[in-house]
């Protein structure tokens, strides 16, 4: 792996844009994850352009959820010879749900409650616990 120059981190801060993979952009800049983690310890302003990017790249992310869920996708079928013969618009329900539970997590979150009820006699537990130890111990 070559030396993270400020030319590679450049390089890697836009992959790492593109992709919101740090270990995909590292490949593609031809450096380490260990040398990227290592550079964001050490170089501050390294480390606040990282999650710059990787914000503007989770944003990025979510528009392009938000225009398949909401826009719709082309969806084609062709034939043997490679013609179209038809094509639909699919709009993505689970994308949907994700989108909402991201900005109504109150509304459309799971939810799961456990109620447990009952009495635990702590100097009881203690006692039995005692008792197995001293048993063991003869």
Request: charged share 35%; net charge negative; hydrophobic share 35%.
């Amino acid at each position: 792996m070559s030396a993270f120059t400020e030319d590679r981190k450049t390089l890697f801060l836009h992959h790492l844009r593109e992709t919101c993979n740090a270990t995909k952009a590292a490949d593609l800049a031809g450096v380490s994850m260990s040398t990227v983690s290592k550079h964001r310890k050490v170089d501050t302003l390294f480390a606040e352009r990282y999650q710059e990017v990787l914000d503007e790249g989770i944003d990025l992310l979510e528009h392009l959820a938000q225009e398949r869920a909401f826009g719709g996708t082309l969806r084609e079928r062709f034939d043997k010879d490679g013609n179209c013969v038809s094509s639909e618009m699919v709009y993505s329900d689970t994308l949907t749900m994700f989108l909402l539970k991201a900005y109504r997590p109150e509304k459309y979150r799971e939810r799961s409650q456990i109620d447990i009820k009952g009495e635990i006699s702590i100097s009881d537990t203690l006692r039995e616990a005692r008792q197995r130890a001293a048993q063991r111990d003869v």
